[in-house]
């Protein structure tokens, strides 16, 4: 059940919109992609086994996340919309053993600060 409701909720946060390109003729396999969510921010885990660091893209704009390759042996683009309170300045990726991590951190929420009533 818990599974479930946390699947919608990322299906709603991140609306994964795939991209084709029907002109190419090298291989067009989506990379699997896991998705996690804690207090500090968000995780995509992408399967990119036979990648370098090199063969992969991964850009920020107009509110948007995008994960894509053109290299020999892969061609995909994915973006994935992001969330209102996602820091989109100190967004980081790292690629080890086949899978590249992107993390995206949290914007802080703002606590509330109390004033000091002066007087006499």
Do not use: W
């Amino acid at each position: 059940m818990y599974a479930n409701r946390l699947d919608n909720i990322f299906n709603t946060i991140f609306n994964n919109t795939l991209y084709h390109s029907p002109s190419c003729s090298r291989k067009q396999k989506q990379p699997e992609v896991n998705i996690y969510q804690d207090d500090a921010g968000y995780e995509l885990r992408f399967k990119t086994p036979g990648l370098s660091k090199d063969d992969i893209d991964i850009s920020v704009s107009e509110n948007k996340l995008t994960f894509s390759s053109n290299s020999e042996s892969e061609n995909f683009n994915r973006a994935f919309e992001l969330p209102k309170d996602a820091d989109q300045n100190n967004i980081t990726a790292e690629q080890k053993d086949g899978i590249t991590r992107v993390t995206i951190p949290k914007i802080p929420a703002e606590m509330p600060r109390k004033i000091a009533v002066l007087g006499a």
